[in-house]
């Protein structure tokens, strides 16, 4: 029987107005520059210390240099210290040597240790989301693949806050690597994303529970995502293997690698499996890594003292497949509709600042999102394989 349990004709998305949630995010996380300039793009920015208290204004450009333990900001070496915003709407332009110049919204906060310097961005979920959909998507999709995009992210980053922290002890929820959601800032963004993104403003997927579910994605799923068990730990029943028609002739669909035989062999008896077809699930989720593959569905072929892996795919296979959204999206369905045909089970609830979550009226229907500002849009970038 063929049902449509993520969302009835009732609960379909809908923007939610007062979603003011605040996430901290890591920025150059692990690879903290040990200098760059900033200045403020929009708005005003003051500088304080580490307790809070005002210590000037940021007029022109400031360099940002760390000295041992401590950070030089124009001309005071603080242990730590915060580039706060006079206004909501206040970005902060950021440049680092031989990078691209960043934008970023919010307050930047500097701490750490000589050791393990700390760059953390205050910000708002909505106003970080931006940066996350440019990261992970590029630019060039329909705007219904935003708005599937934008929910996904947003609920990724909504069991960080509020369920399963992704860094323990670090004072952020997420970090802009591939191991949270990339996060480049702000800079770039077509309006069709934005779009995307304000028009489901604080939606999130919840599971039975109320709690946000593990909203996972990856870029293609080569014909069948994945079940959660078969790649962590835990079997979660909207995170199941379903059949994706729809990104086999995407870009990332297929992919060969070979490797060295006896390498491949004593991986094979390193899992006491014979040939590849023995295999299970999470021994071809090892594979991948050990290999470096960009999926677990491969087939192998032995020529002489090399391997040859022919695979389908790009990623984990888990949750949202992006090439596949993509294509749906393109072929005329809504967000509804694409989120469907990735997690099973879940429903949409808005994640206001008041609490979470607050049911939806059962007669919410979706807004329209209207026509973007501008329809050129620069090709689209590449898309991150996923965890």
């Keep these: ?3 449509r349990p993520l969302l009835t004709a009732a609960l379909l998305l809908v923007a939610a107005a007062g979603s003011g949630q605040a996430v901290r995010v890591g ?12 200045y403020t793009w929009a708005g005003g920015y003051e500088l304080a210390d580490g307790d809070g208290q005002i210590l000037d204004t940021l007029r022109g450009t400031w360099t ?8 030089r900001i124009g001309d005071r070496l ?20 031989g990078i691209a110049a960043e934008h970023h919204p919010g307050a930047l906060c500097l701490g750490g240790t000589a050791q393990r310097p700390r760059c953390v961005l205050e910000t708002s979920v909505e106003r970080y989301l931006p940066g996350v959909l440019s990261a992970e998507t590029g630019r060039g999709h329909a705007l219904e693949f935003y708005r599937a995009q934008a929910i996904v992210a947003r609920t990724y980053t909504a069991e960080a806050v509020a369920r399963i922290p992704r860094h323990p002890g670090e004072g952020i929820d997420v ?19 934005r779009l995307g993104i304000t028009s489901t403003r604080g939606l999130v997927a919840l599971d039975s529970t109320g709690f946000p579910i593990t909203a996972a994605f990856h870029s293609n799923c080569g014909g069948m ?4 068990e078969d790649v962590w730990h835990t ?6 293997a379903r059949p994706d028609s729809f990104c086999l002739d995407a870009p990332h ?7 060295s035989a006896d390498a491949w062999r004593r991986f094979l008896a390193a899992q006491d499996a014979p040939d590849a077809d023995a295999l299970s699930p999470r021994e071809r989720a090892t594979a991948r890594t050990t290999f470096g593959l960009r999926s677990a569905r491969f087939d192998v072929e032995v020529q002489g003292s090399q391997v040859r892996f022919m695979g389908l795919g790009f990623g984990h296979g888990v949750g949202l497949c992006q090439e596949g959204a993509m294509a749906r999206a393109r072929s005329g369905a809504d967000a509804a509709a694409i989120l469907d045909a990735y997690f099973y089970g879940v429903r949409l609830d808005v994640w206001p600042s008041a609490g979470f979550p607050v049911p939806l009226p059962s007669s919410a229907s979706l807004p329209p999102a209207g026509p973007p500002a501008s329809s050129a849009e620069a090709p689209a970038a590449a898309i991150r394989p996923g965890g």
């Design 1 to 3: 029987m063929t049902a």
């Design 27 to 38: 920025v150059w996380h692990g690879h903290e520059p040990k200098s760059f300039e900033v």
């Design 64 to 71: 940002v240099a760390r000295e041992g333990g401590a950070w």
């Design 78 to 97: 603080l242990p730590a210290a915060c580039l706060r915003p006079f206004l909501p709407e206040s970005v902060l332009w950021v440049r680092r040597p």
């Design 175 to 193: 970090c802009d690597g591939v191991h949270c959601q990339a996060y480049h800032g702000t800079a770039t963004g077509s309006d069709t994303l």
């Design 225 to 228: 995502t994945r079940g959660s």
């Design 235 to 240: 079997a979660l029943p909207y995170l199941v």
């Design 253 to 259: 669909s297929r992919w060969e690698k070979s490797a």
